[in-house]
T-cell receptor
Framework: AQSVTQLDSHVSVSEGTPVLLRCNYSSSYSPSLFWYVQHPNKGLQLLLKYTSAATLVKGINGFEAEFKKSETSFHLTKPSAHMSDAAEYFCVVSGPTSGTYKYIFGTGTRLKVLA | DADVTQTPRNRITKTGKRIMLECSQTKGHDRMYWYRQDPGLGLRLIYYSFDVKDINKGEISDGYSVSRQAQAKFSLSLESAIPNQTALYFC??????????????FGEGSWLTVV
């Protein structure tokens, strides 16, 4: 079985400062991991995904995440926050569950960017 | 045009009424999903379909039904709507190749309010 935990429900940063959104996962298998972003009144958009290739994954809009198996983590980072980064972010784990593949969503982290 | 289109985008309905949310996709994917989003709970899977003749219950299927009319169309019905079904509903699609490594693509959501 798989699960995912987003450690912070809300994160506030000042514009131009680094962003860190934390995600821990649990999986019996080597998982695939994703980060999605949801802007207000919009659907979820893929930021990046890890599928057992390079452990440091680069995504869109300057975001990146590092897969750390020993820590069962997949934290999302960005060196410098922009006002347009204000949104909700979801960490997702995918893998075999009961004979099929399921996507399990974290509860989300709302990022606020202060001017 | 969006790859995954949901209609209606917003609906207010009364308790006890039947409501259908429709989803169509132009991505050519085999797999389609319906999720429900509630604040603080992330996305929870209602139903999923891996092809036209395959329908599966997700974690919160009670009170909902679905129909896969074609590869590109997947509709969600609330047979007798109740207020705690007030939520944001997402349709999503993914390809069937490469198992869990496939990106899942979302529509822009349908806001449903049951009064």
């Amino acid at each position: 079985a798989q699960s995912v935990t987003q450690l912070d429900s809300h994160v506030s940063v000042s514009e131009g400062t680094p962003v860190l959104l934390r995600c821990n996962y649990s999986s019996s298998y080597s998982p695939s991991l994703f980060w999605y972003v949801q802007h207000p009144n919009k659907g979820l958009q893929l930021l990046l995904k890890y599928t057992s290739a390079a452990t440091l994954v680069k995504g869109i809009n300057g975001f990146e995440a590092e897969f750390k198996k020993s820590e069962t983590s997949f934290h999302l980072t960005k060196p410098s926050a922009h006002m347009s980064d204000a949104a909700e972010y979801f960490c997702v784990v995918s893998g075999p569950t009961s004979g099929t593949y399921k996507y399990i969503f974290g509860t989300g982290t709302r990022l606020k960017v202060l001017a | 045009d969006a790859d995954v289109t949901q209609t209606p985008r917003n609906r207010i309905t009364k308790t006890g009424k039947r409501i259908m949310l429709e989803c169509s996709q132009t991505k050519g994917h085999d797999r389609m999903y319906w999720y429900r989003q509630d604040p603080g709970l992330g996305l929870r899977l209602i139903y999923y379909s891996f092809d036209v003749k395959d329908i599966n219950k997700g974690e919160i299927s009670d009170g909902y039904s679905v129909s896969r009319q074609a590869q590109a169309k997947f509709s969600l019905s609330l047979e007798s709507a109740i207020p705690n079904q007030t939520a944001l509903y997402f349709c999503a699609t993914s390809d069937s190749g490469a198992g869990d490594r496939n990106t899942i693509y979302f529509g822009e959501g349908s806001w449903l309010t049951v009064v």
